[in-house]
């Protein structure tokens, strides 16, 4: 059995609730339309960061030796998190002020990477609270944290939400166990929110095992699901086509590039169309990322400072 190597490091500081910061901004807007990336050919690569030790940034320096497509696809902001509000007695937004700077200095941090023709996504994590996903009180509240989500995308002009669901401590602060029902109204309200935006599952915890209930499935309304095992192999078991499906994993600098070139040729031999990658750094990783692009790609990966 694999156990999750991510790590967060904790910041004692005291952040902004997102209702809060969304009365205080103003609505952002992409900057310039994306240039046209490098054509390549092969499975959609993602790249976590996470952004209490690392920038954004680090993902648009990869480019594929041959031909300068962009080596990753995705980049995802690791992360915020759904914590307890005792108030409504059910889950809320919330940005540490490490993602809050990120998101507020969206001109420098995102928009550089949406230019280039990445795509950036938020992912959302539980935080020991009692607070997660499948757990809402009512289809009510679920949609509520929906609108916070889709609210959060609109006002910093991102590309999507990535559920990710460790951490929650379902139980603590006297909330509820998992049910059935409230992963499904939550995705089907952020879906209506947010028609054309990616939405993806990291396939982990409670929510990822209720996908269905009172007659509505919501794994189509899925972009992508992912293994949230690193070094590993694991199909994730939503049924989503395999173009929409990593069933491999990797740490950057964690995972040996032997088991992640092995993994990338796995991926491409079985035909699936994502590769998933966890802890981009601000170090030179060309040689771990070459590992996986040879296979992916046939080219090696250049890193530009």
Known sequence: MFTPV????????????????????????????AA?????????????????NNSMLNVGKYTLSNGGANVFDIAVIFAANINYDTGTKAGTLYFNP??????????TQIRPLQQKGIKVVLSVLGNHQGS?????PSQQ???????QLSDTVTKYGLDGIDFDDEYADYGNNGTAQPNASSFVYLVSALRANMPTKIISLY????????????????TSKFDYAWNPYYGSW????????????????????GTSQST????????????????????????????????????????DAHYTP
């Open 234 to 253: 694991q199909v994730p078991g939503i049924a989503l086509p395999k173009s929409k499906l990593s069933p491999a994993a990797v740490q950057i600098g």
């Open 98 to 107: 490490n993602v809050q700077r990120v998101l507020d200095n969206a001109a």
């Open 36 to 52: 046209p990336a490098a054509a390549k050919q092969g499975p959609t690569s993602v790249a976590y960061v996470e952004v209490n």
């Open 141 to 147: 509240t679920a949609s509520t944290f929906a609108k």
């Open 6 to 33: 991510r790590r967060r490091v904790r910041t004692a500081a005291l952040a902004l609730s997102t209702m809060a910061a969304l009365a205080l901004g103003a609505t952002a807007t992409s900057g310039a339309a």
């Open 132 to 136: 997660g996903f499948a757990n809402f």
């Open 203 to 218: 396939n982990i915890g409670p929510a990822a095992s209720r996908l269905s209930y009172g007659g509505v499935d919501v």
């Open 260 to 299: 992640a070139a092995s993994l990338a040729a796995r991926t491409v031999s079985e035909g699936y169309g994502v590769f998933l990658t966890y802890n981009l750094d601000g170090a030179d990783r060309s040689a771990d990322v070459s590992a996986f692009t040879r296979q992916l790609y046939g080219s």
